[in-house]
């Protein structure tokens, strides 16, 4: 007979799911694959996969379609083949919905019984799974039958599509769980009881049962407000709100029920439990509330700089503000409503919301679940806000201006040296500081299209920043001096114009003053011929007095959002959301106009979420997402005109241009079963890249003097030669599978595993080899320990107000593509061609003068060859990060929370450059006395085609690869205490210690510090303190509400209620910082060979004279010291700390009720921030000649010269409604 009893079927698919997890574990922990071993790994995690999908109650009907129709196509065969006897016999009608064709199978066993055929086909398809027929060789789920081709395919189509496994970097859920457990009083479970959750503002509910264990359990629930009722036979019904229900997270809310009847309702007010039990993954949400209450607008690196473990990016080093639990900066993973909000160029935010819009803030900072991925530092979520049943806004205005701000430190030299020369205390004001106006306003609007059904939300903002440039540069020659030039060159009789075309005119244009109140000097004009005539005309040198003319300069930036959700059903929700913003900065007045270097973003965002709840045991969600980013810097003054003793003149690496285009498709399904948690889920994502690089595209000449810029005379002509345009496509995959496993009441397993894989980029590089093998496994246990008695170990330990967590997993980081663009300097690609040595004149003079030179020419076209290579390492591994925390976390009392724990991190493979083509090999001069006496004369002053002799490949020059050979080691305690917001107060303490060591902050330099090693022959030389590590760090947050006074009177009752206050203190280290010394880092011998790069920090000291350099060496002759020659110095990487930094924000809030009451209350508030209100100097942006002592002595390791600023403040009116 082929019936079986579903219980039976059922437990073999859990023995089977158990089985084919087993397989799936020893296949994953193999070092190498084989093409077998991949194959067997695909179909073991499909078995799985349809395993536990067959076992769910409410299977998605395409999966049961396929299925079933495959099942008809072998039944079908095998009865025509005579293998099944009788089969003939039991094809006859079904369902429509089996097969459209008409052809319909049932079995006379089941149909007879009086099952219809959706129930004999479910029962045989769904509970006989794997075993479908399996004497008589139709085992579907075998890899060696002909079922499973068609798995596979199905499969591949899935991945391409998106919609079952997740080939993705990023599958996250943006709704949150509610659970708890029903007992009696005497603490036995309640088994059967009904349980209603509603969604106090779109009135959204649902319902399920508690199970033999009396547990409940809602998934996928959009965050908000919820209403949990429970009622059960001879038990008093129980009401509990309101229940926050958060992203990602799982809100617990226990309910003891007392007898009584079941019409009695009882109502207690409070929240879900401070902590949760079931997850091993350290997070944390920051509700709208607190958004909106603390100081500040920043909404990405405010929040997350909140949190323990986090520790803000100084001294200009590249990637995001912000950098977690020994990260990089740019090892954070960004997401707007569970979508891609990651700049793929740069690896940094794209887009940010205002406050005002945003319902939640979430942070992972440690051993996420397997469904995240793409980024080891953390993952950084905003929500939006949605409608709901009640229209409602906000209206904002903010004002943020400098008249009442303190002066910086710039601004107070000044402000000093204009009060010593005599000005009055108002002019010397207005000399240090031009005004500066930043405007903010904008309005949110949300409410129902139906109730219940359809709402809406949306957001728009605007932003004006207007202020002006002061400042003194020296630019040019007074128009009489002009003149009188011009009349020179008219006296000239014979051959051409002694000016280059519109020279004159060009400068008749661009300095257009008739009085210039500066000092007389004198402009000497030298003739080139054989016997010089000096020409003295009297000149006015001309500076451009910004401060009696200041320049205006001013930015715009706008911002819309929208969203829609659609309940369609009680299990189906439809959410819809398009974001765009843009942005307008013309950049700063330059010295000389046109020079400005402008910046134009435009940012598109629209993603689309579908949610379908199949019961209380099965979720399925669905996301799709495109994001847009333009960003681009315009054309300006072409081309860069250099001369000595002046300003430069344009620029000429511009335009430059940058178009990514990420489309995303997501889906994640989640099911229980029994004491299991299953989750499997994911996306595709690929990201189209455009860009337009090429530096000096303008061209750049330069000019030894202004008499020679006159008569344009250059001493050096470069441009680059090349396409410019970089496109890119990478695509994104990845798979994951989780089980949170209750293995006790009180313990949880958090395993998983994820496989991530990215693409090279076309368009880049043909032979690139990408990386394969990243599988990243994730363990983890929440150990609730409920110790009874009443010593201080039960009353630490005791309960469910306790947790013990722990975990270890691997994250894989993506390499941005920025650092391929400088792959686009590559020859043939591109080369940048410098021609210089001119010599002679092409001017002709008078009869009666001297006779000129020859003609002006080049001496000497250098060949292509010699060129500058930047290579990525073509096999390029992803760089990863090992994370591991063990902590312990007790709620106290209702409200407050302590946690304590251990976090940390290693980083492996991280990518930084090296410099393979080495100037020398240091074993060929160490004590080598022969190399002195026979080797360095005979070279001096030889060049081969301008690089220098000693290279590893003579014939190129500098040749810079990107390789994954820098790690990272961290470790720290973190403490928080805090206290959830009740009887108007919420605070929230955090304290970091920690230590932070690596040998590369980031493959691209920041301010101070250089990427490239010290010595290119021992990378370990470099192993030091990070310049992100900030061993103590201390962050509070606190709101303050002023209790309310019952008045009588209405305008003392405005007055004096509604007070409020809230702020932001931070306390921490200084950052770490190397002092810089003389030579170039890169080993090659300065003033022994000819035009020398000094770019790098110097490790290698033959000199021994302290100082830095940048530029190139004109002195070719160099005396090399052979006492010091070839010697590391032993100065160690960031062996020099800044001073620590104290900042505190307030913020004061005045309410004032206007209309309506209760829920409908509508509210004018006014708020004063006030930033770093004690006004401190934070002097912890180092510029480089702090470090270096060759550039200014004087300011050598003095960290004052920063021009820091101190406190300012902000006014803000919001209108509530």
């Known amino acids: 007979m082929l019936h079986r009893p579903v219980d039976a079927a059922g437990g073999e698919l859990q023995s089977g799911i158990a089985a084919g997890a087993g397989r799936f574990a020893r296949l994953t922990s193999r070092s190498r694959f084989s093409g077998s071993d991949l194959r067997r790994l695909l179909y073991t995690f499909i078995q799985i996969y349809t395993k536990a999908l067959l076992s769910a109650r409410e299977t998605p009907i395409f999966w049961k379609s396929f299925v079933f129709r495959t099942a008809r196509r072998r039944l079908a065969s095998g009865a025509r083949r ?68 068609q798995l596979v395919r199905l499969a591949a189509l899935f991945l391409a599509l998106g919609l079952v496994i997740n080939w993705s970097v990023d599958a996250q859920t943006i709704y949150g769980n509610l659970s708890g457990r029903v007992t009696d009083q005497t603490g036995a479970t309640v088994a059967g009881a009904r349980v209603e959750a509603r969604n106090m503002d779109t009135g959204e509910t649902r319902e399920t049962t508690t199970g033999s264990d009396g547990v409940y359990l809602f998934r996928a629930l959009p965050g908000g407000r919820y209403s949990v009722k429970v009622s059960a036979d001879t038990f008093e019904t129980l009401v509990r709100e309101p229940i926050a229900v958060t992203v990602a997270r799982d809100a617990s809310v226990d309910v003891e029920l007392k007898p009584g009847s079941a019409q009695e309702v009882v109502t207690i007010e409070g929240d879900a439990a401070l902590i949760e039990t079931t997850r091993s993954q350290i997070s944390k949400q920051v509700d709208s509330r607190r958004i909106l209450e603390l100081p500040g607008r920043n909404t990405l690196n405010g929040l997350a700089l909140l949190q323990p473990g986090v520790v803000n990016n100084q001294n200009g080093r590249p990637g995001s503000g912000f950098a977690v639990n020994g990260a990089r900066t740019r090892s954070n993973n960004f997401l707007i409503d569970g979508t891609q909000n990651n700049d793929p160029s740069l690896s940094i935010p794209t887009q940010n919301l205002p406050p005002e819009a945003l319902a939640e803030f979430q942070i992972i900072t440690n051993n996420f679940s397997a469904e995240y991925g793409r980024n080891g530092g953390a993952i950084v979520q905003q929500i939006t806000r949605s409608g709901t049943n009640e229209f409602s806004g906000i209206a904002h205005y903010t004002w943020a201006g400098n008249g009442l701000d303190a002066l910086t430190t710039a601004q107070q030299r000044t402000f000093s040296a204009a009060r010593a020369a005599g000005f009055s205390e108002r002019e010397s004001l207005r000399r240090a500081r031009s005004v500066t106006v930043d405007n903010t306003w904008g309005v949110t609007f949300g409410g129902p299209i139906k109730k219940d059904k359809i709402f809406f939300f949306t957001s728009f903002d605007r932003n004006t920043f207007r202020t002006t440039v002061s400042g003194t540069n020296t630019l040019a020659l007074a128009p009489a001096a002009v003149t009188a030039l011009q009349s020179y060159a008219n006296s000239v009789t014979s051959g051409p114009d002694a000016f280059a075309p519109g020279a004159l005119q060009f400068l008749l244009n661009t300095f257009p003053v008739a009085n210039d109140p500066t000092p007389r000097g004198t402009l000497t004009i030298r003739r080139p011929s054989d016997n010089a005539i000096i020409l003295t005309l009297p000149v006015q040198q001309f500076n451009r007095a910004l401060q009696g003319a200041p320049l205006p300069f001013g930015t715009t930036f706008w911002r819309i959002l929208a969203r829609g959700d659609i309940q369609l059903t009680s299990n189906d929700r439809f959410t819809l959301r398009y974001l765009q913003d843009r942005s307008r900065d013309p950049g700063a007045p330059a010295a000389i106009p046109g020079n400005e270097v402008g910046t134009n973003v435009d940012n598109y965002n629209g993603a689309v979420n579908y949610i379908r709840t199949f019961g209380p045991r099965a979720v399925n969600e669905f996301r799709f997402s495109y994001v847009d980013r333009s960003l681009n810097f315009p054309e300006n003054f072409p081309p860069a005109f250099a001369i000595s003793g002046f300003n430069s003149v344009g620029n000429a690496n511009f335009p430059q241009f940058r178009n990514s285009k990420v489309l995303e498709f997501t889906d994640n399904f989640t099911f229980t079963a029994g004491r299991h948690t299953l989750k499997f889920g994911g996306s595709y994502n690929r990201v189209n890249l455009d860009s337009f690089f090429a530096p000096n595209f303008r061209g750049t000449v330069q000019y030894p003097s202004m008499q020679e810029f006159l008569f344009d005379r250059n001493a050096l002509f470069s441009q680059y030669a090349g396409t410019g345009l970089v496109p890119a496509i990478v695509h994104e995959l990845g798979v994951f599978a989780q089980d949170d496993f209750r293995l006790a009441s009180n313990l949880t397993l958090n395993l998983g595993l994820r496989y991530e894989y990215v693409s090279a980029p076309f368009g880049f590089f043909s032979n690139a080899e990408p990386d394969i093998n990243n599988f990243a496994p994730r363990v983890g246990f929440a150990w609730n320990p409920r110790v009874g008695g009443d010593g201080f170990i039960a009353t630490m330990l005791g309960g469910d107000k306790t947790v013990i967590r722990g975990g270890y997993g691997i994250s894989y980081d993506q390499i941005f593509l920025n650092i391929l663009l400088n792959t686009s300097r590559n020859f043939p690609r591109g080369v940048n061609i410098a021609l210089g040595n001119i010599s002679g004149q092409r001017l002709y003079v008078p009869a009666n003068r001297p006779a000129p030179p020859t003609p002006q020419q080049f001496t000497g076209n250098p060949d292509l060859l010699p060129v500058r290579l930047y290579s990525p390492n073509k096999r390029v591994s992803l760089p990863y990060q090992q994370s591991f925390n063990l902590g312990f976390e007790r709620q106290l009392f209702n409200d407050y ?97 920690s230590s932070f060591i690596n040998d590369s902050d980031d493959i691209l330099g920041g301010q101070t510090n250089s990427t490239l090693p010290a010595n290119p022959l021992n990378y370990r030389q470099d192993r030091g303190r990070s310049g992100l590590d900030q061993p103590h760090r201390f962050v509070a947050n606190y709101t303050f509400e002023i209790p309310r006074i019952q008045m009588s009177n209405w305008f003392f009752d405005r007055l004096l209620n509604g007070w409020s206050m809230s702020g932001v203190s931070t306390f921490s280290s200084g950052t770490p910082f190397s002092i810089l010394n003389a030579t170039n880092a890169l080993g090659i011998l300065p003033g022994q060979i000819s035009t020398v790069e000094l770019s790098q920090r110097v490790r290698i000291n033959p000199s021994g004279v302290p100082g830095t350099a940048t530029g190139t060496n004109p002195n070719p002759f160099f005396v090399l010291n052979p006492a010091n020659s070839g010697i590391n110095g032993d100065s160690g990487r960031n062996n020099v700390r800044t001073g620590g930094t104290a900042s505190t924000n307030f913020a004061f809030v005045k309410s004032i009720r206007t209309f309506g009451s209760g829920d409908r209350q509508q509210s004018l508030q006014i708020r004063w921030e006030v930033f770093n209100v004690f006004n401190r100097r934070n002097f912890t942006v180092i510029p480089s000649n702090t470090v270096s002592a060759a550039t200014n002595p004087a300011l050598f390791l003095n960290l004052g010269q920063t021009n820091v600023g101190g406190r300012s403040m902000i006014f803000t009116a919001r209108y509530i409604f």
């Open 82 to 149: 005579g293998l099944l006897p009788g089969a003939r016999r039991q094809l006859r009608a079904g369902e429509p919905w089996i097969d459209r064709q008409g052809e319909r199978i049932a079995f006379e066993s089941l149909t007879e019984s009086g099952r219809g055929a959706p129930s004999a086909w479910n029962e045989i398809c769904l509970f006989r799974g794997s075993n479908l027929y399996h004497k008589e060789g139709f085992n579907a789920m075998n890899p060696n039958s002909r079922l499973m081709p």
């Open 897 to 993: 929370v302590l946690k304590v724990f251990y976090i940390g991190s290693r980083g492996l493979k991280l990518v930084r450059e090296v410099e393979e083509n080495i100037g020398f090999f240091q074993a060929a001069i160490n004590n080598n006395p022969a190399f002195y006496a026979n080797v360095l004369p005979t070279l001096r002053p030889v060049t081969i085609s301008g690089q220098p002799a000693f290279r590893r490949d003579p014939a190129r020059g500098s040749i810079l690869v990107g390789d994954g050979l820098a790690s990272s080691w961290y470790h720290s305690l973190q403490v928080t205490h805090g206290k959830r917001f009740r009887h108007g107060i919420q605070y929230e303490l955090n304290y970091t210690w």
